[in-house]
């Protein structure tokens, strides 16, 4: 495979796309960023899959119904009353959920959380660009972000902001999680 390959795999009912992601290298970090995020360093890694857009409500619905993973902590969004369980929002991220609950998902769904390194990586690339799609500065039709939507979208809405591996809102939207715990001093250390 190469970058800008992906397949589907099951996730109990439901099928999800993953595009693939060369070994390669990359600078992570910034210098331009908040202290935790200094200093800049080289990171290389293997091979490796990621979904191409963030976990769906109704991705996430199948685990819960399956009694694996818990329901999340609110059942509605910033301006949406309804939005967990709505079928409206089924392609929309899944929000308010632990990373106990992310973590338990990957494992019901036969994978893990990416790296912090990996998914920067799939995020900014070998070019170790600013954004997701280059260098160019954020606007509402690259991401969902500051008063854009002022609420989530759906995964699939922003096409234009994809990464060079073809995984979509890897900026703006909602956070993601990693597998890495939180270290301060980390890229200090790494």
């Known amino acids: 495979p190469q970058a800008d390959d992906s397949r589907t795999v099951m996730r109990g009912e439901v099928a999800v796309e993953q595009v693939f992601v060369p070994a390669g290298s990359f600078m992570m970090g910034s210098?331009?960023?908040?202290?935790?995020e200094r200093p800049v360093h080289e990171v290389t890694l293997d091979v490796f899959w990621i979904d191409r857009t963030e976990v769906t409500n109704s991705q996430y619905e199948g685990c819960v119904?399956?009694?694996?993973?818990?329901?999340p902590r609110k059942p509605s969004s910033v301006?949406?009353?309804?939005?967990?369980?709505?079928?409206?929002?089924?392609?929309?991220?899944?929000?308010?959920?632990?990373?106990?609950?992310?973590?338990d998902f990957c494992e019901w769904a036969s994978g893990r959380l990416p790296t912090e390194s990996e998914w920067e990586y799939a995020a900014r690339g070998p070019e170790s660009y600013a954004y997701p799609w280059g260098n160019?500065?954020?606007?509402?039709?690259?991401l969902n972000y500051n008063n854009c939507v002022g609420d989530t979208s759906e995964v699939i809405a922003y096409?234009?902001?994809?990464?060079?591996?073809?995984?979509?809102?890897?900026?703006g939207n909602v956070w993601?999680?990693?597998n890495d715990?939180?270290?301060?001093?980390?890229?200090?250390?790494?």
Do not use: F, H, K
């Open 176 to 178: 993601e999680w990693v």
């Open 79 to 103: 301006r949406r009353s309804s939005y967990y369980g709505n079928a409206q929002y089924a392609d929309y991220p899944v929000i308010y959920v632990s990373w106990y609950d992310a973590r």
């Open 181 to 190: 715990w939180y270290d301060s001093e980390y890229y200090s250390n790494s």
């Open 31 to 36: 210098e331009d960023g908040d202290d935790d």
């Open 159 to 171: 096409p234009a902001g994809a990464s060079w591996v073809g995984a979509l809102d890897m900026a």
């Open 65 to 71: 119904a399956d009694g694996t993973c818990q329901a």
């Open 136 to 142: 160019q500065s954020p606007s509402c039709n690259l």
